[in-house]
C-alpha cells in the first residue's frame, strides 16, 4: 500500500513511480517488439517517458489513487501513449523535434490566426484544400477549423454534440481528406488547430449509445442516475447555462428510464472522467486526431469537466488536474502537440488553465469585450483598469487576442475593475446590450440579443464584427461619413489585437467585413440560435471585386477592408518587439486613448490607439519617456512625430510608432 501525508496525498510518490515503471517496463519492451518500433524511436519515448512519468504518476494518483485498479488503468494509459508514439507520421516526429528544440514557436510575431466552418468557407475539405493559397496570401500560419466530426443528426450545437471523434461529418468529406488537408497545411507553414470536445460527447455517440443499451461498462461513461434525488442534491449548487432553453442540467431519457447529467444541451452527455476508464478513452481519441496532423486543440467547455458535490461544479481542482495529465501524456507521445483552452469564465478563472504545463495558450475573452465596450464608452478606463492587473501570462504561454468568434459575447468584466472606475457593473452591462442591439440613442451597432432572459434582463450579443462596428447601418442608410468611421473602427480594433501581445485571430470574413446573415432564421436546424447570423457564407466573389480593385484602384469597401487588413498582418510580421507577451501600458493622461509599449529584447514598438470619433492627442514628452527617442515613425502611414510636440490622433486612428 501507498503510504499518505497528513494531507491526504501520497509521501512516497517517487518510490512507488519508479516502482510502477520497472513493472510495466517489460510490457512496453514487449510492446515495441511486436510493433517493429524502430530502437530510435524507442528511445526518443523512452527520453520523454523519464522527464514526464513522475508528475504523470503524481496525477493521476491524486485523480484516482484511491481506486482498487489504479495500476491496472496507468498500464494502459502508459501502453495508450506507447501506441500514439509508434504510429505518429514521421513529418509529425520531425517537427516534434523542432518545436521540442523551440518550445516558444508559438509566441512569434510571424504567428496569425484564422478560423472558420469548412462548410460555409469552403464547402468541404477537398475545396479548403484548394484555398490554402488564399490563406497564405492573407498571412495566416494558424487555422482553426470549426468542429468538423461526425456529428447527431438534427440540432448539434453547431458541431459540438460529437458521435465520433474519428470520423468526419460525411458532408465535409472523410478523415483522409482532412489528413491530405493538414499535410497541405503543414507544407504551407500553416498550425492546424481542431476543437477537442471532451466534457461531453452526443447522445448518438457509441458509448452512449451503448450505455442505452444497458451495457454498465459504458453507463459509467456518464453521469446517470435512476432518479431524482442525487441530481436534485447537485441542481442546488449548480448554475443553468442556457436557462431560457431548457432548465435545470439533467434530461430525462425515456429508454433507459433514467436521468442523465447533460450541462449544455440534452443531447450532449457530461462525460465521468471520475471514472480513470473514460480518461483512457478520451486520451486514445486524443492522440487519434493529433496524429492526423493537428497542431493545436481547443480543448472546449474546460471549466465544466470534473463534478463534486455541494459545488457549482466549475473550475474545479480536478479540472485543472485532468488537463495537466492529457498535457503531459502530449508531451510523452505527440510532443509537438499544445493546448488552448476555452474558459468562457470570470476573468480570475480563465488564467488559472494558462500555464506551460496546462494550456500553452488561451482565448482572452475579457480584452474581446472590453475592446467593444471601449468603443461604445468612447473611453478606455476600464480597459486600462483590466490590463493592468489581468495581461501577464507565465513565460511560454500566450493569450489568443480575437474581436469576434463562432459564439456570443458576453461581459466578462470584473466587477471590482468597473467599481474602481466609477461604473456600476449591472447598469453598465445592460448599457452594452442596448447600445450593441441598436437600442441605444446614438448607437450604429446592428447585433441582436442571444439567450435573452426577459426576467432577468442578461443576454449576450451576436453579430459580425463589421455589423457590430457600424458598417451595417452605414450601407443600410447610404451614408459615406459613417461607412469610413465604420471601417476606421474596424482597423483600430485590428489594429489592437495585432499588436498587443499574443496571437491574434481573424474569424474569415472580418478580412471582407462581411455583415450579419438574416437568413440564418430561414433554416429551421438554425433559426433558433442567433449565433447563426454571425456565421455567414463565404463569398468567392469578393475576390474579382478585389482583382478590379488592384487594377483600377477603385474598388469597393470590401476590398478596402481586405487590403487594409492584409497590409496590418504584413506589418506586424516585420516588427520583432511584437514578438511573445511583454507589454506595459502607458499613462497617455487622456481617457479616450490606450497606449502601450511592446519590448522584444532590443526593439520597442509605442501603440496608440483613439476609441473617440473626434480627435485626440498626446503629449508628446510621454513617448519620449517611454521610447527614449525624440521622434516616432508611424509604420502604418509613415509618417513622423517628434515628441518636441503633441501627437495628434484622427478619429479611430490606430498608430505604431518606432524610433527613428
Known amino acids: 500500500m501507498i503510504g499518505s501525508s497528513d494531507n491526504g496525498t501520497p509521501d512516497d510518490i517517487p518510490f512507488h513511480a519508479d516502482l510502477t515503471l520497472q513493472r510495466l517496463r517489460p510490457r512496453l519492451e514487449e510492446y515495441w517488439r511486436q510493433r517493429g518500433t524502430s530502437e530510435s524511436r524507442c528511445r526518443e519515448f523512452e527520453l520523454r517517458l523519464r522527464e514526464h512519468w513522475l508528475e504523470l504518476f503524481r496525477i493521476l494518483f491524486r485523480l484516482y489513487g484511491t481506486r482498487y485498479d489504479f ?31 523551440d518550445p516558444g514557436w ?18 468541404n475539405l477537398v475545396r479548403a484544400r484548394e484555398h490554402v493559397p488564399y490563406f497564405k496570401d492573407l498571412g495566416l500560419t494558424y487555422l482553426h477549423l470549426m468542429p468538423l ?72 461513461f456518464y453521469w446517470i442516475f435512476s432518479d431524482r434525488e442525487i441530481p436534485e442534491q447537485y441542481e442546488r449548487t449548480l448554475r443553468e447555462i442556457f436557462p431560457t432553453v431548457r432548465r435545470g442540467n439533467f434530461t430525462w431519457h425515456d429508454g433507459m428510464e433514467q436521468w442523465v447529467w447533460t450541462t449544455f444541451n440534452s443531447f450532449q452527455w457530461d462525460l465521468n472522467y471520475t471514472n480513470p476508464a473514460v480518461f483512457r478513452a478520451m486520451a486514445e481519441e486524443m492522440f487519434f486526431i493529433a496524429n492526423m496532423g493537428v497542431d493545436i486543440l481547443r480543448l472546449d467547455a474546460v471549466a465544466f469537466i470534473w463534478k463534486r458535490m455541494g459545488t457549482d461544479c466549475e473550475n474545479l481542482p480536478e479540472a485543472h488536474l485532468l488537463i495537466q495529465a492529457f498535457n503531459r501524456l502530449a508531451r510523452i507521445a505527440t510532443p509537438g502537440l499544445l493546448f488552448k483552452s476555452e474558459a468562457i469564465v470570470h476573468p480570475d478563472e480563465v488564467v488559472k ?39 501577464k501570462l507565465p513565460p ?56 435573452e432572459n426577459l426576467e432577468t434582463g442578461d443576454m449576450r450579443i451576436s453579430g459580425t464584427m463589421a455589423s457590430l462596428a457600424g458598417l451595417e447601418q452605414a450601407i443600410e442608410e447610404d451614408d459615406e461619413e459613417k461607412k469610413d468611421l465604420a471601417i476606421r473602427r474596424m482597423m483600430l480594433l485590428h489594429g489592437i489585437t ?4 499574443g496571437i491574434p485571430l481573424l474569424y474569415l470574413g472580418e478580412e471582407w467585413g462581411m455583415l450579419n446573415d438574416y437568413d440564418f432564421a430561414l433554416d429551421p436546424a438554425k433559426a433558433g440560435d442567433s449565433r447563426w447570423i454571425h456565421r455567414p457564407k463565404m463569398k468567392w466573389e469578393f475576390l474579382e471585386e478585389l482583382d478590379d480593385h488592384i487594377e483600377s484602384g477603385n474598388g469597393s469597401i470590401r476590398s478596402e477592408i481586405y487590403m487594409s487588413t492584409r497590409r496590418l498582418i504584413e506589418l506586424r510580421k516585420d516588427l520583432p518587439a511584437l514578438s511573445g507577451q511583454n507589454m506595459e501600458l502607458i499613462n497617455t493622461s487622456n481617457s479616450h486613448v490606450l497606449g502601450y509599449l511592446r519590448l522584444h529584447d532590443a526593439n520597442r514598438l509605442i501603440v496608440l490607439a483613439n476609441f473617440s470619433d473626434r480627435p485626440q492627442s498626446v503629449d508628446g514628452n510621454t513617448l519620449r519617456t517611454v521610447g527614449l527617442g525624440r521622434f516616432f515613425e508611424d509604420v502604418i502611414r509613415t509618417t513622423t512625430y517628434s515628441t518636441a510636440d503633441p501627437v495628434e490622433l484622427e478619429p479611430y486612428q490606430n498608430l505604431w510608432l518606432k524610433r527613428v
Open 498 to 501: 495585432l499588436s498587443i501581445g
Open 396 to 451: 511560454n504561454t500566450s493569450w489568443v487576442n480575437y474581436l469576434r468568434c463562432h459564439d456570443d459575447i458576453g461581459w466578462t468584466f470584473d466587477d471590482r475593475h468597473a467599481e474602481a472606475v466609477g461604473i456600476r457593473a449591472y447598469d453598465h452591462r445592460r448599457f452594452l446590450n442596448e447600445f450593441y442591439t441598436g437600442q441605444f440613442p446614438g448607437s450604429f451597432a446592428r447585433g441582436i440579443p442571444f439567450q
Open 353 to 391: 488553465y494558462i500555464h506551460p504545463n496546462e494550456c500553452q495558450i488561451s482565448y482572452n475573452p475579457t480584452l474581446m469585450a472590453l475592446l467593444w465596450e471601449s468603443l461604445a464608452t468612447r473611453k478606455v478606463d476600464l480597459l486600462v483598469q483590466t490590463l493592468k492587473h489581468r495581461s
Open 149 to 220: 466530426f461526425a456529428v447527431r443528426p438534427g440540432n448539434n450545437d453547431g458541431g459540438y454534440a460529437i458521435s465520433n471523434y474519428r470520423s468526419v461529418d460525411p458532408r465535409l468529406g472523410t478523415i483522409d481528406d482532412l489528413r491530405m488537408l493538414a499535410n497541405d497545411l503543414r507544407e504551407a507553414g500553416i498550425s492546424l488547430v481542431l476543437d477537442f470536445v471532451f466534457n461531453h460527447t452526443a447522445d448518438a455517440h457509441q458509448w452512449a449509445q451503448h450505455a442505452q443499451a444497458g451495457e454498465r461498462e459504458y453507463q459509467d
Open 106 to 123: 508559438f509566441l512569434s510575431e510571424k504567428v496569425v490566426g484564422g478560423a472558420l466552418y469548412v462548410d460555409l468557407f469552403s464547402e
Open 71 to 101: 495500476f491496472y488503468h496507468i498500464e494502459q494509459v502508459l501502453l495508450t501513449a506507447a501506441a500514439a508514439w509508434a504510429e505518429r507520421p514521421e513529418p509529425l516526429c520531425e517537427l516534434d523535434l523542432h518545436r521540442c528544440n
